[in-house]
């Protein structure tokens, strides 16, 4: 079926197209552009951008259908995200939402009749610290009380322009609540860059690996380890940011990129220079748009100062620039693999590994590709020298950490510990008490009980990629184990059986027993789904998908038993049910 | 014989360098059972059925290369239940009706859920709704039995260089796309003759004449199991 009029001339998609090198990776700006410009991506234009890229159509169509942000269907002028984040939601994020909807005279999932607005939920949109959020039009608004909403509501219904909106709708609070090395170091734009040429290649990768510096994205490889085998790799080589930080609860990079964004690069720069790489790209989630201007204004200056482009710090034989791209919300983009073929405007799907990214990554040739944290850590060493690693820390987790804490706690925000902080004490410092538990991690993480508050943030004890939920006593766990599993469902790629179809039926098992239906059998289901998931999928997402049902089921499983139906089987099938919901399913 | 050898089972394997733990089995004359991984394409690593247990891990023995030395576990109590779970799984999520349809007795979905004897499944069917394509002259695409095992993808892309499908949506709302102006079959260029058509192990793409040439009980699984006639 074809959808609406096609759009005059599609100059605008070509021009996008030579901007970008004329090949697939233009896929994700003309994608955002187009659907800015007809508040969806026609079929007709899916044809021209097909064309022009010479894809086949229905990998267009395939790309538009996996991004939440992305749609093949009209959109209201106003497009709006509720978060469906867990804590969103504790923060009486449902309330807000049908408070607007009510105002709006929209439901939740469907647009307006007269297409001015539409509204969905999507996954957390790394505001877990200022929630409940939203986001319209691709643009953050955080806090959202009820004067807020009413406010929405109005601009709305009166159809002023976004860009008219009060400024202060928009305003992002920091949130910095405790400062470490990392987030109070600054480097002079250059600096480390200077330091690491009189050091040379060797000296740098020396000083890294003294350091002990391993991976903030939670897998904590080597870095070093991973610079050197990329550097040793033959091929045209590159740097990746990885800054898709899609885990819910966490939201760190967020400020590391406001507020130290030349730190971020000078480490991106650095690697480039160690391995031998040209181009480098920076991939920035979607709900991040609001620090796309920024960004670009750093790398503005950088090129300005001789840092990026040509003959970098005046040596003929450095060049190296730095491109953001924009993700559109899919949390599997944060698998690095996945987001290599993001990327390259392909399906993003975690690859086969090995081979790893470091010999085989974008576009299959030797890519570093690191977090935001590790690479401001890695400009850090460069300039200060290892021992602005190793004076903190533990001996297999050295220096300090970045956590987004967030949920039932007096100051929610960002806090920088050094690794080896025990939990209890990092607990004290936000504010948290009368706790029914933490989720270190967020959900693909793990459930932790006040009996393990003396655990200590560490690699080799709770490990976290920066997210640290917090939950009162008063929580229902089941409700929250609803939203992780839910989470899942609406993340999983759907390439492997366990993952696809696990994840679902996993999220309508909580179900079930947070309606207070389920049975022993439900439990028994559960915890052998679990098994199948954490065993045989394709990735760390589906892998890690149970983590919330399987820890909060061994820690905890009076919590789950009390909520049992008394009967020996209920069924999964309810008829009133599946009534009501006739000719509503997808 | 001096090349490198593994154990499946106890069993001594040979291989040659490069070779994935699945095709030297099949070699070796070593079901593992599988529904995406089909000898004459690229692994793709997606139905999971070929997990098998090697250095203390589940792996997918189609796309983990063979180890000289290594202790690879295939019959495992363990992995044949999640083996069958994971067919159960693949029953569930679409709209399979054995009885009614052509493919029954040469589809591989129904072989291998024979062939791990799975009677029942624990778990609710999902009951979706999926778009049937009747729009072909000579081909019914009938998404209700698609098992995203992407052999047609791959069929159409690298031997009949038609590029004619993909696979869009995510999770349980994947669904296979035609790639054709409007999105339909009719309209795709797909041809009888084609790779594509052959290769799937379900009723997905099925031709429309000629269902009953062979008639049920004569048919490719009827009278040996998939273990056994897998090409």
């Not at chain 1, 820390?393 to 987004?404: A, F, I, M, Q």
């Not at chain 2, 493919?103 to 859920?113: I, T």
């Not at chain 2, 004897?117 to 624990?122: A, E, G, K, Y």
Request: proline residues 6%; positive net charge.
């Amino acid at each position: 079926m074809m959808q609406g009029a096609a759009p005059v001339g599609e100059s605008w998609i070509t021009g996008l197209a030579a901007t970008c090198g004329g090949d697939a990776t233009a896929l994700l700006p003309i994608l955002h552009e187009a659907q800015e410009r007809f508040a969806y991506i026609p079929r007709a234009v899916m044809q021209q951008i097909a064309r022009t890229l010479s894809l086949p159509l229905a990998q267009v169509e395939a790309v538009v259908e996996f991004y939440h942000f992305f749609s093949s269907q009209p959109r209201g002028r106003y497009d709006i995200f509720f978060s469906s984040c867990v804590i969103d939601r504790l923060r009486g994020g449902d309330e807000s939402a049908r408070l607007l909807c009510e105002r709006l005279r929209v439901t939740p999932g469907g647009s307006r009749a007269d297409g001015v607005v539409s509204v969905r939920h999507t996954s957390c949109t790394g505001m877990c610290d200022q929630g409940p959020a939203l986001l319209v039009n691709g643009h953050a608004i955080a806090g959202l009380d009820r004067e807020r909403s009413e406010q929405m509501a109005s601009l709305i219904e009166r159809r002023i322009p976004l860009r008219e909106w009060p400024r202060g709708l928009f305003r992002i609070a920091g949130n910095i609540r405790r400062s470490g090395p990392l987030l109070s170091g600054e480097i002079p734009p250059g600096a480390a860059l200077q330091r690491a040429l009189s050091l040379g290649r060797k000296g740098l990768l020396e000083r890294l690996e003294r350091s002990g510096l391993r991976g903030r994205g939670g897998a904590g490889f080597p870095t070093a380890l991973k610079w050197r085998a990329c550097r040793e790799a033959p091929g045209e080589h590159y740097v990746v940011c990885n800054a898709d930080e899609g885990e819910p609860g966490t939201f760190k990079d967020r400020e590391l990129l406001r507020r130290h964004a030349h730190a971020v690069f000078e480490g991106m720069t650095l690697a480039a220079w160690v391995i031998g790489a040209r181009r480098g790209f920076l991939y920035l989630r979607g709900e991040y748009r609001f620090l796309l201007q920024h960004l670009e204004q750093v790398l503005a200056e950088r090129r300005g100062m001789g840092l990026l482009g040509e003959r970098i710090g005046g040596g003929r034989d450095f060049g190296f620039d730095i491109t953001i791209r924009l993700g559109a919300g899919a949390y599997i983009c944060g698998e690095e693999s996945a987001l290599l073929e993001s990327l390259q405007g392909n399906l993003p799907r975690p690859r086969n590994r090995p081979p790893y990214p470091v010999t085989h990554g974008l576009f299959g040739q030797p890519t570093v590709v690191n977090n935001v944290e590790s690479f401001a850590a890695a400009a850090h060493i460069a300039l200060n020298g290892d021992r602005w690693l190793t004076a903190r820390g533990t001996e297999h987790s050295r220096g300090s950490k970045l956590l987004s804490i967030s949920g039932d706690c007096a100051r929610p925000g960002i806090y920088e510990f050094a690794f080896g902080t025990p939990l209890e004490e990092i607990l004290d410092a936000c504010g948290a008490r009368d706790l029914l538990g933490v989720q270190m991690g967020g959900p693909s993480g793990n459930w932790i009980t006040p009996a393990e508050f003396q655990r200590s943030l560490a690699f080799e004890d709770l490990s976290s990629a920066g997210a640290l939920m917090v939950f009162g006593r008063e929580r229902d766990l089941l409700e929250i184990v609803h939203g992780f599993s839910r989470f899942f469902a609406h993340e999983s790629c759907g390439f492997c059986t366990p993952c696809r179809v696990g994840t679902g039926l996993q999220a309508r098992l909580v179900e079930k027993l947070c309606l207070g239906r389920g049975c022993d059998r439900d439990l028994e289901r559960l915890r052998s789904l679990g098994e199948l998931m954490s065993a045989t999928s394709h990735c760390g997402l589906g892998q890690s998908a149970p983590n919330p049902v399987l820890t909060t089921l061994a820690a905890e499983p009076q919590r789950y038993r009390k909520r049992l139906n008394s009967t020996a089987f209920t069924p999964d099938f309810q008829p009133l049910r599946e009534l009501r919901s006739c000719g509503r399913r997808e | 014989m001096n090349g490198p050898t593994f154990t499946i089972d106890g069993r001594s394997v040979p291989f040659t360098e490069g070779q994935s733990i699945i095709q030297a089995a099949r070699e070796a004359g070593i079901y593992i059972p599988h529904l995406c991984y089909h000898p004459e394409f690229r692994p793709h690593g997606s139905c999971r059925l070929c997990v098998v247990e090697a250095g203390g891990r589940s792996v997918p023995a189609c796309s983990t290369p063979a180890v000289a030395g290594q202790q690879v576990r295939n019959r495992t109590e363990r992995l044949d239940r999640m083996r069958r779970t994971l067919v159960e799984l693949l029953f569930v999520e679409g709209n399979h009706f054995c009885p009614a349809c052509p493919k029954s007795g040469n589809c591989k979905l129904q072989a291998v859920g024979y062939w791990l004897r799975m009677l029942d499944t624990p778990f609710p069917y999902l009951f979706p709704r999926r778009e049937l394509d009747a729009s072909h002259h000579d081909v019914l695409l009938d998404r209700d039995r698609c098992i995203f095992c992407e052999l047609c993808v791959r069929a159409s892309r690298e031997v009949d260089r038609k590029n004619l499908f993909a696979i869009g949506g995510k999770g349980t709302r994947c669904r296979l796309l035609v790639n054709s102006p409007d999105g339909r079959l009719g309209s795709s260029g797909l041809s009888l003759g084609d790779r594509a058509l052959q290769v799937c192990p379900t009723g997905a793409l099925l031709p429309r004449k000629g269902a009953f040439h062979v008639p049920v009980g004569r048919r490719l699984y009827d009278g040996r199991s998939i273990a056994e006639s897998d090409e």
